[in-house]
């Protein structure tokens, strides 16, 4: 079945890069997203990249694919201490039904 | 930027009591969903709606029903309360076509006593 694997926990410090890992088993997931949740508040759509891609930028952030090894990574530049929340990647599911099977989420604690 | 509100933010219940979450979007989105989360914990989705009048049981058992009359309406309902329904939830919508990524509210954390 469909799953999706994050490591569970990452802390840097201010200034330095994160980069927060995921993998997943669908290779016919058309989209990967990136998702930012801070405590008590729902989930903030941070940025996504279809299949066919390798890398797409967005200012402080990077997102890689590896397709081949079903790998997606997210790396924030100067990682800053509102930056500290936990980070869900989520894949589409198969069929059109816009369902998102989400990982467990990396809790990222950035330290002054 | 996405606009859904889910109210009320936050309900603290006694056992029994019938619950009902509210969840509007005003961006015409076609698919509506909502999920259960235990604090930082992952998300599991409990309903989903393709339109008005469609709706569909999520990935994880729920003791809630949802009901779509309005596209832009979603709200879910326990019909009694139980302390094991303490948790946060999450409303979340997509545009029709496939694969168009879900916008959240700020969620209603639950607690019942």
């Known amino acids: ?112 | 930027e996405a606009d859904i509100y889910q109210t009320p933010r936050y309900l603290v219940i006694g056992t029994g009591k019938k619950i009902t979450l509210e969840c509007s979007q005003t961006m015409g989105h076609d698919k509506m969903y909502w999920y259960q989360q235990d604090p930082g914990m992952e998300l599991h989705l409990i309903h989903y709606s393709y339109g008005v009048n469609s709706t569909e049981k999520g990935d994880l058992s729920s003791e809630s029903t949802v009901s779509r009359i309005r596209t832009e309406h979603f709200p879910l309902t326990l019909e009694s309360a139980r302390p094991s329904h303490t948790s946060q939830y999450l409303c979340a919508s997509s545009r029709a076509l496939s694969n168009q990524p879900q916008h959240f509210g700020d969620g209603t954390r639950l607690s019942i006593l």
Request: one cysteine or more; glycine letters at 8%; hydrophobic letters at 30%.
């Open chain 1, 1 to 112: 079945g469909e799953d999706v694997e994050q490591s569970l926990f990452l802390s840097v410090r201010e200034g330095d890069s994160s980069v927060i890992n995921c993998t997943y088993t669908d290779s016919s997931s058309t989209y990967l997203y990136w998702y930012k949740q801070e405590p008590g508040a729902g989930l903030q759509l941070l940025t996504y990249i279809f299949s066919n891609m390798d890398m797409k930028q967005d200012q402080r952030l990077t997102v890689l694919l590896n397709k081949k090894d079903k790998h997606l990574s997210l790396r924030i530049a100067d990682t800053q201490t509102g930056d500290s929340a936990i980070y869900f990647c989520a894949e589409s599911a198969a069929g059109n039904t816009g369902k998102l099977i989400f990982g467990q989420g990396t809790t990222l604690q950035v330290k002054p």
